[in-house]
């Protein structure tokens, strides 16, 4: 699964991962560092529209089913999987297979 690159490059695997923006007031959360602009609702992104319809909050649990599921409509948009910076500069067109050597999936 390609996701395990994109986890390692954008958050280190870190569920707790927040980085603010502030250009434009937005939030990444969690282990795919999913924006609060576009896909989840931390309570105080001005003009937020959380297209995951969840909170930012369950992005940051252990458990990180939620934010695999808003990861996988996130890449459902136009820009798909590209829209994550750490995935096209270390994981697209790359073998990712390293990854996930020896977890038998």
């Avoid at 502030?22 to 105080?44: A, E, L, M, V």
């Avoid at 909050?57 to 996988?72: E, H, N, P, R, Y």
């Amino acid at each position: 699964f390609s996701g395990v690159c994109l986890a390692k490059w954008e958050s280190d695997y870190n569920t707790q991962a927040t980085n603010y923006n502030p250009g434009d007031k937005s939030t990444d959360y969690g282990i795919f560092q999913i924006n609060s602009r576009y896909w989840c609702n931390d309570g105080k992104t001005p003009g937020a529209v959380n297209a995951c319809g969840v909170s930012c909050k369950a992005l940051l649990q252990d458990d990180i089913s939620q934010a695999v599921a808003c990861a996988k409509r996130v890449v459902k948009d136009p820009q798909g999987i590209r829209a994550w910076v750490g995935w096209r500069n270390h994981c697209e067109n790359k073998d990712v297979s390293s990854y996930i050597k020896g977890c038998k999936v």
